[in-house]
Structures are given as C-alpha cells and as structure tokens.
C-alpha cells in the first residue's frame, strides 16, 4: 500500500510544481 502513498504524493506534487510555476511565470 506504500506505492499508493507514492503515487498520491507524487501526483500532488507535481500539480502543486505546475500551479507555482504557472503562477509565478503569468505574473
């Protein structure tokens, strides 16, 4: 079950990357 807390953390990291750096470069 360990690769599934993996996955989720990863996924949302990635998201989270996405959002500050699309933020970061439209402002």
Known sequence: MLW???V???V???WL???WR???TRR
């Open 4 to 6: 599934v807390v993996a």
């Open 17 to 19: 990357w996405g959002e």
């Open 8 to 10: 989720v953390a990863a």
């Open 22 to 24: 699309g933020g970061a």
């Open 12 to 14: 949302a990291a990635g």
